[in-house]
């Protein structure tokens, strides 16, 4: 028997919970019920966690949030007290999975509160907008969303079907038994884009042949955030930071803006983390029209991808700026870190002689990391493109070094 915690707004909705309740009790499971809703609660059936104490943990007060009958604040308070709350619950071994139920308001709550919990966790959303574009409500974590197909408001044919279903979906997977990892590798993340793939393809064979598992994270914005997730959670052991491009588009406000925060999580959680400036050279946006006016009107460089993928190579001033970004980050790190660096290109299309290639541009990503960086940390400079053989197995060398410190320093 699992316990399963039942998330969302009791007092708009509590016959849809109900009925959720009774089916999820019915396969054979506890409810841990936790109450959202700002106007009132429920009589249908035992709550356990009031939602004055989902405010509160939020920084309001519920009675005052009733009296000003402003909903955004409202949804403010509670997409901050939610997370507080059922993080808290979890840590305390009171449930094993968890679901909640919504339309746009709702789901920004429960979603906000399943975003807090472990990757593993299992997490049910139905929602009103889980057609569209959830990217907002995922983040990084694993929930998932089940189009509620009509409105959340009441129980019909369609709606006892969809809320059938989802109870049954968390009691599966919340049930469901995961497999002895007794035999599982060290885990190596490494980053990756169409532009280092022959670097990536080679590091990770080479890597793979030493007894390591290499999980590849493409860097669209996406995938930078969920492998720092990942090392947040400590599911991850070191980091083989081949392409951090996801910094040029925070740089220029290209597409695949992965945030400030990116490079991080290894330092932070103390794991080897080897940087390379893999493909620091481009921005990314769609088709040549989404691209902004100013970087049009200054007659950048630009390379069509695909049709729908733009290319915008970066220019001195925003290298200059990402290379002292990064070695800010390698000097605020708890773990051994290193630098590698392509002098002949940080991409394919940074080759020689190819349309993006420009080595002053370059220097000036390399003269900030070098000149910011702490003495301590390794700086490596090879004459070679990033995706020559001689530099992946230069970066595979350097990176198993990087690990074999932080197993010396543990022993």
Known sequence: MKTICMIGAFDTKDEEYAFL???????GH?????????????????????????????????????GKMDRSEAMRVMCAGAPVIIKGLYDKGMFDGIIGMGGTGGTAVVTSAMRALPIGVSKVCVSTTAAGDVGTYLGTKDITMIPSIVDVAGINRISRIIFSRAAGAVCGMTAANVPSGA?????????????????????????????????????????????????????IDAVLDITTTEWAD???GGVFDAGAERLDAPGQMGIPHLIVPGCVDMANFGGLGTVPEKYRRAKRTFYEWTPSVTL???????????????????????????????????????????????????????????????????????????NDPEFAARAVEMMLALIRRTQVKRD
């Open 21 to 27: 309740r009774e089916q999820i009790i019915a396969k």
């Open 183 to 235: 035999a599982d590798k060290p885990l190596v993340a490494a980053t990756m884009f169409g532009n280092t793939t022959p670097c990536v393809n080679a590091c990770v064979a080479t890597l793979s042949a030493e007894g390591y598992e290499v999980l590849v994270f493409h860097a669209t914005g996406t995938g930078g955030k969920t492998m720092e997730t990942l090392v947040t959670e400590g599911l």
């Open 312 to 386: 915008m190579r970066t220019n001195k001033e925003e290298n200059e700026k990402m290379g002292r970004v990064f070695a800010e980050k390698a000097n605020a790190a708890k773990g051994p870190v290193a630098f590698l660096i392509p002098l002949r290109g940080v991409s394919m299309l940074d080759s020689d002689n190819q349309p993006f290639c420009d080595r002053e541009a370059d220097r000036a990503m390399f003269e900030g990391i070098k000149t910011t960086v702490r003495e301590d940390i390794e700086v490596v400079e090879m004459d070679n493109n990033i």
């Open 250 to 252: 925070t740089v220029c």
């Open 30 to 66: 506890r409810i841990l019920a936790v109450n959202t809703g700002i106007t009132g609660s429920t009589k249908l059936f035992p709550v356990d966690v009031e939602a004055d104490r989902v405010a509160e943990a939020g920084g309001g007060n519920l009675q005052e949030l009733r």
